[in-house]
């Protein structure tokens, strides 16, 4: 059984700085992207970020670029978003995500697996 894990989440002034951390575990992620998703209260989940399984490629969301970056550690299984110059418009719930595809097409089907998701809070 796959199980992804995040944690970092809180509640942060805008213009301040979070790093979201999501553990998998359960089989191999060999070949797997991994990547982040967020689900803000009333809207629909919407793609953040996506890294292939060696890092060589990322892909991000047009109202992040520049202020997120995603990044890997293979052998703790584990991906980490650091979110910086946060808005008010980035409160939501951040959802990991993991499958056996690319960093771009990450940001256009829907992943196999998923977290249980952590709260970002940002205040303004």
């Known amino acids: 059984q796959v199980t992804l894990v995040e944690s970092g989440g809180g509640l942060v002034q805008a213009g301040g700085s979070l790093r979201l951390s999501c553990a998998a575990s359960?089989?191999?992620?060999?070949?797997?992207?991994m990547g982040w998703f967020r689900q803000a209260p009333g809207k629909e989940r919407e793609f953040v970020a996506a890294?292939?399984?060696?890092?060589?490629?990322?892909n991000y969301a047009d109202s992040v670029k520049g202020r997120f970056t995603i990044s890997r550690d293979n052998t703790k299984n584990t991906v980490y978003l650091q979110m910086n110059s946060l808005k008010p418009e980035d409160t939501a719930v951040y959802y990991c995500?993991?499958?056996?595809?690319?960093?771009?097409?990450?940001?256009?089907?829907?992943?196999?697996?998923w977290g249980q998701g952590t709260q970002v809070t940002v205040s303004s």
């Open positions: 359960g089989r191999t992620f060999s070949g797997y992207a």
């Open positions: 995500a993991a499958d056996p595809t690319t960093a771009q097409t990450m940001g256009v089907l829907p992943p196999r697996y």
């Open positions: 890294i292939s399984w060696r890092a060589f490629s990322t």
